[in-house]
T-cell receptor, first 116, second 115 residues
Framework: KAGVTQTPRYLIKTRGQQVTLSCSPISGHRSVSWYQQTPGQGLQFLFE???????NKGNFPGRFSGRQFSNSRSEMNVSTLELGDSALYLC???????????????FGSGTQLSVL | AQKVTQAQTEISVVEKEDVTLDCVYETRDTTYYLFWYKQPPSGELVFLIRRNSFDEQNEISGRYSWNFQKSTSSFNFTITASQVVDSAVYFCALSEARGANNLFFGTGTRLTVIP
C-alpha cells in the first residue's frame, strides 16, 4: 500500500510569489491534515480537510489556504510568500472511522519550501 | 490552553543503554489523546503510539515502553537497549477534541545513539 505522497519535494520561491503544494493520501483515507515545521516554531497545525470540507483550522493568516478533491487528494496554497514561510510542510492522512475518530496520522516526507 | 513540553532538547547515549524521553502536557479537557512520533532524517513522522486519557495502562512494544501518569500529566517514553537506528527526533503530541486531527506537538527531543 503506497504511503502519503507529497510533491514537489523541494521548492524555491521568491518573496511575493505564490506556491501550491500537493498531497496524495493513503488509499481509503478521507482526512488530510497539513502541518508546518520550522526550527523556531516547531510543528504547527495548519488545517484539516475531511470529505472535501475544512474541518479544523490552525492559527495561520489567510494567505494559507487549502482544498481537498473528491478523490481525497489535497492541495495547499500560500499566496504572497514571505521569508518566514520557509519551512518543511508536512501532509498527513488518516482513516477516520466513527468507532475510532482519533485515528493515527500517517505523514508524508514533506515539501521543503525555501523563500528567497 | 494546551501545551506539550519536552524539556530534553538533545540526548546522546551509547548503544545498548536505556534512555527515557520525557513529555509533560497541559490541557483543560478531560478527554484527550497523547501520541509519540519519530522523525528520522528522511523527514516523515512515524507513528509510535496513541493513548487516550481514560487508559492509564502502561504499554510495552518490543524495546519501547510508555509510562502514562495523569497525576503528573506525563507521558514518558523509554527505549531499552538502544540501537543506532533509534537515532531520530522524537515528538510527543496532544489532541484534545474527539475526532480532531489537530495535534499540538512538543518541540521534540533529538536522540543520538553512538555505536
Amino acid at each position: 500500500k503506497a504511503g502519503v505522497t507529497q510533491t514537489p519535494r523541494y521548492l524555491i520561491k521568491t518573496r511575493g510569489q505564490q506556491v501550491t503544494l500537493s498531497c496524495s493520501p493513503i488509499s481509503g483515507h478521507r482526512s488530510v491534515s497539513w502541518y508546518q515545521q520550522t526550527p523556531g516554531q516547531g510543528l504547527q497545525f495548519l488545517f484539516e480537510y475531511f470529505s472535501e470540507t475544512q474541518r479544523n483550522k490552525g492559527n495561520f493568516p489567510g494567505r494559507f489556504s487549502g482544498r481537498q478533491f473528491s478523490n481525497s487528494r489535497s492541495e495547499m496554497n500560500v499566496s504572497t510568500l514571505e521569508l518566514g514561510d520557509s519551512a518543511l510542510y508536512l501532509c498527513a492522512s488518516s482513516l477516520v472511522t466513527t468507532s475510532d475518530p482519533n485515528e493515527k496520522l500517517f505523514f508524508g516526507s514533506g515539501t521543503q519550501l525555501s523563500v528567497l | 490552553a494546551q501545551k506539550v513540553t519536552q524539556a530534553q532538547t538533545e540526548i546522546s547515549v551509547v548503544e545498548k543503554e536505556d534512555v527515557t524521553l520525557d513529555c509533560v502536557y497541559e490541557t483543560r479537557d478531560t478527554t484527550y489523546y497523547l501520541f509519540w512520533y519519530k522523525q528520522p532524517p528522511s523527514g516523515e513522522l512515524v507513528f509510535l503510539i496513541r493513548r487516550n486519557s481514560f487508559d492509564e495502562q502502561n504499554e510495552i512494544s518490543g524495546r519501547y515502553s510508555w509510562n502514562f501518569q495523569k497525576s503528573t500529566s506525563s507521558f514518558n517514553f523509554t527505549i531499552t537497549a538502544s540501537q543506532v537506528v533509534d537515532s531520530a527526533v522524537y515528538f510527543c503530541a496532544l489532541s484534545e477534541a474527539r475526532g480532531a486531527n489537530n495535534l499540538f506537538f512538543g518541540t521534540g527531543t533529538r536522540l543520538t545513539v553512538i555505536p
